[in-house]
């Protein structure tokens, strides 16, 4: 009985290891941390990103600390990016070079004049202060103009890179940078700008470009949208997302995927109800043609559904499998015994 019990905690230790190496996998330490030294002119004390209450033509020096945690020297490119709304509806500040919305008219590129700073080196286990430098436009700015200093550390690959090539890092440091002149918040706005077939990850979806024209966050943002033929009520795409938000003077892809759908050539009507923070409500109706040419530029003419995920299969069927085990275990035992006991 003794060897059974320990033949089954084996297999159990087994298969616990198995099921948690992807946990403990992605556990790993960045090695580096990013704070900023904020100054006297921050108008939010709360904030631990750059706030700050700025005039015309003033000129500031921001400074942020990067501490190398390693045992070794590492380098770190340093830019200062323009916020923008990605299309999963998440404000961005990691594009060094991203596509401007038409509607901003003083952005970070017009206040940093360097965007970005020579690379630098940080010893082992100490820290380096990197500063930047901002000057405001001559003429007042109304709301906020939106962006971040980003941190990226340079790996051994990106060290390798031929010249040319832009560094590319999976994790980055981002202190946020919110320049306003004025206590009052600009309410944000929304406008429906196009619709259209598209495709994103060589998916096809239906994009509602969204656009928030005015200086000032979209917070909270509620998206409620569906499709049916022009004329029609049936409904043929559909669906809702949560907690999005929008940057100031941003743009972005909301999309309706096709899912298992085939859409064929043809005029549909989107209709698109969105909320934001403030009580602000927003209603759009729009009709939109798809043609044989755009189908046939699209690489699928239809989503599969999105494959689902079969871990806890596995750890079910794994846990099954030890059951069973057990259990011949047991048999195989009991059966010696008796055998044992006629003999």
Same mark, same amino acid.
């Given at each position: 009985?003794?060897r059974f019990w320990q033949w089954t905690v /084996?297999?159990?230790?087994?298969?616990?290891?198995?099921?948690?190496?992807?946990?403990?996998?992605?556990?790993?330490?960045?090695?580096?941390?990013?704070?900023?030294?904020?100054?006297?002119?921050? *108008?939010?004390?709360?904030?631990?990103?750059?706030?700050? $209450? /700025?005039?015309?033509?003033?000129?500031?020096?921001?400074?942020?600390?990067?501490?190398?945690? &390693?045992?070794?020297?590492?380098?770190?490119? /340093?830019?200062?990016?323009?916020?923008?709304?990605?299309?999963?509806?998440?404000?961005?500040?990691?594009?060094?070079?991203?596509?401007? *919305?038409?509607?901003?008219?003083?952005?970070?590129? *017009?206040?940093?004049?360097?965007?970005?700073?020579?690379?630098?080196?940080?010893?082992?286990?100490?820290?380096?202060?990197?500063?930047?430098?901002?000057?405001?436009?001559?003429?007042?700015?109304?709301?906020?103009?939106?962006?971040?200093?980003?941190?990226?550390? /340079?790996?051994?690959?990106?060290?390798?890179?031929?010249?040319?090539?832009?560094?590319?890092?999976?994790?980055?440091?981002?202190?946020?940078?919110?320049?306003?002149?004025?206590?009052?918040?600009?309410?944000?706005?929304?406008?429906?700008?196009?619709?259209?077939?598209?495709?994103?990850?060589?998916?096809?979806?239906?994009?509602?470009?969204?656009?928030?024209?005015?200086?000032?966050?979209?917070?909270?943002?509620?998206?409620?949208a569906k499709v049916t033929a022009q004329g029609? *009520?049936?409904?043929?795409?559909?669906?809702?997302?949560?907690?999005?938000?929008?940057?100031?003077?941003?743009?972005?892809?909301?999309?309706?995927?096709?899912?298992?759908?085939?859409?064929?050539?043809? &005029?549909?009507?989107?209709?698109?109800?969105?909320?934001?923070?403030?009580?602000?409500?927003?209603?759009?109706? $729009?009709?939109?043609?798809?043609?044989?040419?755009?189908?046939?530029?699209?690489?699928?003419?239809?989503?599969?559904?999105?494959?689902?995920?079969?871990?806890?299969?596995?750890?079910?069927?794994?846990?099954?499998?030890?059951?069973?085990?057990?259990?011949?275990?047991?048999?195989?035992?009991?059966?010696?015994?008796? $055998?044992?006991?006629?003999?």
């Amino acid at each position: 009985m003794k060897r059974f019990w320990q033949w089954t905690v /084996v297999l159990g230790t087994l298969l616990l290891a198995i099921c948690g190496y992807q946990q403990v996998a992605h556990a790993e330490n960045v090695g580096y941390t990013v704070n900023a030294v904020l100054p006297k002119n921050q *108008d939010d004390s709360a904030a631990t990103y750059f706030a700050l $209450r /700025v005039k015309p033509k003033q000129q500031q020096k921001l400074s942020v600390v990067i501490s190398n945690q &390693t045992k070794s020297a590492s380098k770190f490119k /340093v830019s200062v990016n323009q916020a923008i709304t990605n299309d999963n509806g998440v404000i961005d500040y990691s594009q060094s070079h991203p596509t401007l *919305d038409q509607s901003l008219k003083v952005g970070i590129k *017009d206040i940093f004049a360097t965007q970005s700073l020579p690379t630098v080196t940080v010893p082992g286990k100490k820290s380096k202060t990197v500063t930047v430098q901002l000057k405001m436009p001559a003429k007042k700015l109304n709301g906020m103009v939106l962006g971040g200093i980003n941190v990226q550390k /340079v790996t051994n690959t990106d060290q390798k890179a031929k010249k040319g090539v832009n560094i590319t890092n999976s994790f980055a440091y981002v202190i946020g940078v919110r320049l306003r002149e004025s206590a009052v918040n600009v309410a944000p706005n929304m406008t429906l700008l196009s619709v259209k077939a598209g495709q994103s990850n060589s998916l096809n979806q239906v994009n509602a470009k969204l656009q928030n024209p005015e200086p000032g966050i979209m917070s909270n943002l509620k998206v409620k949208a569906k499709v049916t033929a022009q004329g029609s *009520d049936k409904v043929i795409l559909q669906n809702e997302k949560s907690n999005l938000a929008m940057a100031p003077n941003s743009s972005f892809n909301y999309a309706l995927p096709f899912g298992n759908k085939n859409l064929k050539a043809g &005029t549909y009507t989107l209709t698109l109800d969105a909320t934001a923070q403030g009580g602000y409500k927003w209603h759009f109706v $729009r009709n939109f043609t798809i043609t044989d040419k755009q189908l046939n530029q699209l690489a699928n003419k239809y989503n599969q559904p999105q494959q689902k995920s079969y871990f806890w299969w596995f750890v079910a069927g794994g846990a099954v499998i030890v059951l069973l085990l057990a259990i011949i275990l047991y048999l195989l035992w009991r059966n010696r015994r008796d $055998r044992n006991q006629e003999d």
